[in-house]
């Protein structure tokens, strides 16, 4: 892959030397293969030198200062980055940067999805969607199938997480049901009554799962 030298940084992201190596210096770039004479940077920089500004203006509230850029470019694949680059509509670029954080987060709480399976899931949501749910107002278990996301790994997930929208009344348990459910009106955790009846596990467990559907509820709260 191609590099390029300070001069052609410059010229080719339209900033000075001074801000590339501000940018350097708070970790937003790889930075020069190194010091001194010769020192080249990579595409990845180039990239994150055109894709920076944009984020600052196109989407100031959720990148309000260099701190929250350099957060998201530090979770961004390069595929994902040249992907910006390659937008020249504002919409088009708002959009796929919000996808790009719901998808994210989803990973972070559904580790057992494939990355190929989360990407087609949201690729059929709307634009207006995709920033619904980015910005809080929408509900992403009410526009995706959660469950199947959660079961799409190699092996069948036991616990399925299910968001459901707020207000919608919490499901109680029939005498049939093959699930405890724990959580509360936002996020649900459900468990098989088998791998509960499996496990070996002592009188807190219904406390540990509560904590944990109450952390997959901050992780689904706006980040920016």
């Given at each position: 892959?191609?590099?390029?030298?300070?001069?052609?940084?410059?010229?080719?992201?339209?900033?000075?030397?001074?801000?590339?190596?501000?940018?350097?210096?708070?970790?937003?770039?790889?930075?020069?293969?190194?010091?001194?004479?010769?020192?080249?940077?990579?595409?990845?920089?180039?990239?994150?030198?055109?894709?920076?500004?944009?984020?600052?203006?196109?989407?100031?509230?959720?990148?309000?200062?260099?701190?929250?850029?350099?957060?998201?470019?530090?979770?961004?694949?390069?595929?994902?980055l040249r992907?910006?680059?390659?937008?020249?509509?504002e919409r088009?670029?708002?959009?796929?940067?919000?996808?790009?954080?719901?998808?994210?987060?989803?990973?972070?709480?559904?580790?057992?999805?494939?990355?190929?399976?989360?990407?087609?899931?949201?690729?059929?949501?709307?634009?207006?969607?995709?920033?619904?749910?980015?910005?809080?107002?929408?509900?992403?278990?009410?526009?995706?199938?959660?469950?199947?996301?959660?079961?799409?790994?190699?092996?069948?997930?036991?616990?399925?997480?299910?968001?459901?929208?707020?207000?919608?009344?919490?499901?109680?348990?029939?005498?049939?049901?093959?699930?405890?459910?724990?959580?509360?009106?936002?996020?649900?955790?459900?468990?098989?009554?088998?791998?509960?009846?499996?496990?070996?596990?002592?009188?807190?467990?219904?406390?540990?799962?509560?904590?944990?559907?109450?952390?997959?509820?901050?992780?689904?709260?706006?980040?920016?």
């Amino acid at each position: 892959m191609r590099s390029y030298d300070l001069t052609e940084l410059e010229e080719m992201s339209a900033l000075s030397r001074r801000t590339i190596s501000d940018y350097v210096s708070r970790g937003l770039l790889s930075g020069p293969s190194h010091r001194g004479r010769g020192a080249r940077y990579s595409q990845r920089d180039l990239d994150a030198l055109r894709v920076i500004p944009r984020l600052r203006t196109v989407l100031k509230p959720e990148f309000p200062n260099l701190n929250s850029v350099r957060e998201f470019l530090g979770g961004l694949a390069s595929s994902d980055l040249r992907q910006l680059v390659r937008l020249t509509s504002e919409r088009a670029f708002e959009i796929e940067v919000r996808r790009i954080r719901i998808q994210d987060r989803l990973k972070t709480f559904l580790p057992a999805a494939p990355p190929e399976a989360l990407g087609a899931a949201l690729a059929t949501l709307t634009p207006e969607q995709v920033s619904g749910v980015d910005r809080g107002q929408i509900q992403i278990g009410s526009l995706i199938d959660i469950e199947r996301l959660a079961g799409s790994g190699d092996e069948p997930a036991r616990v399925l997480y299910t968001e459901r929208a707020a207000g919608e009344p919490r499901p109680t348990n029939g005498s049939g049901e093959r699930w405890t459910r724990f959580g509360n009106s936002t996020v649900q955790v459900r468990i098989e009554k088998e791998a509960l009846q499996n496990v070996k596990a002592g009188p807190t467990l219904s406390d540990t799962i509560q904590d944990f559907a109450e952390q997959i509820e901050s992780l689904l709260k706006p980040s920016g």
